[in-house]
């Protein structure tokens, strides 16, 4: 019973090893990311890591699908103020990053719905958005190892579209005037850091202690979501007794290993296809 036991534990920590980036993310340079979110702030699941690899000479791109005008309960706000306060927050987290303001999109799709919109239209629009940017590597929310991870609506929907739209952008007779008429050419993401995983299959956790400081500026941006805006938004400037509370909420939000912050992640290298299995 014990050999057998030990046996399983090697197995287990060669499958990890094999999961894991040939070179350390930490050691990641000139390679082109390109995150895909849900919502202005979904970026926050792996700041600590976009602002390591701008800071290491890599590209990061940032794409929300939604614009983040729904997330409020403070009837005074409209969903057109909401949304320009959701993409002002965004542009002052990714400038707390390092990340230029050029490097956001925003696709505009209404906050709450996006499992609703027309899947081709969005798998489209993203298709094409790989195809310019052509990414080394591709953040997302994590659809699941092995069974579906269950996420809120919009995080549910975007983690799919994003596994989706990766998969057909490898294909060039997949929305073929993208490449007959516009003069794209297909591509083969060849990594995957996917985020918000389920504990037990997170293969990669990167000491982001460094950057700590500059994930907590970058999170207490988002003041209509920490701070006031679910009930009566008074943003965005706080007084400095709320600016602390802010920033002593969003600190909470570290993870420690070993007394070091970190960001976990599964890592997947491979054909989209498989990024589930």
Request: aromatic letters at 10%; a negative charge; hydrophobic letters at 40%.
């Amino acid at each position: 019973m014990k050999t057998l036991f030990l046996i399983c534990l090697l197995t287990l920590a060669y499958l990890s090893s094999i999961a894991q980036a040939e070179t350390p993310v930490d050691q990641w340079k000139g390679k082109t990311i390109l995150l895909i979110g849900a919502h202005p702030d979904d970026d926050s699941y792996s700041q600590g890591t976009l602002a390591m690899l701008q800071d290491h000479g890599n590209e990061v791109f940032i794409a929300i699908l939604t614009s983040g005008n729904v997330g409020t309960q403070d009837p005074a706000l409209s969903m057109t103020d909401l949304a320009n306060i959701r993409l002002q927050e965004e542009l002052g987290a990714l400038e707390e990053i390092g990340i230029p303001a050029d490097h956001y999109i925003n696709l505009g799709y209404d906050d709450g719905m996006l499992e609703y919109e027309n899947k081709k239209e969005v798998v489209a629009k993203l298709v094409r958005l790989i195809r310019k940017i052509r990414p080394d590597v591709l953040f997302a929310f994590d659809p699941g190892k092995g069974e579906q991870r269950w996420h809120k609506a919009d995080h549910r929907a975007a983690s799919y579209l994003a596994a989706d739209a990766a998969r057909a952008a490898m294909w060039p007779l997949l929305f073929q005037g993208q490449v007959t008429v516009e003069g794209l050419k297909a591509h083969t993401i060849p990594e995957y850091i996917l985020y918000d995983s389920a504990e037990e299959d997170k293969n990669t956790w990167v000491d982001i202690s460094a950057y700590k400081d500059m994930k907590i500026k970058a999170m207490a941006r988002y003041v209509s979501q920490w701070s006031s805006g679910w009930y009566k938004y008074t943003g965005p400037e706080l007084s400095e007794e709320e600016q602390q509370k802010v920033i002593e909420r969003v600190s909470k939000r570290i993870k420690y290993v070993d007394g070091k912050a970190v960001e976990g992640f599964r890592y997947y290298k491979g054909l989209p296809d498989n990024i589930g299995r």
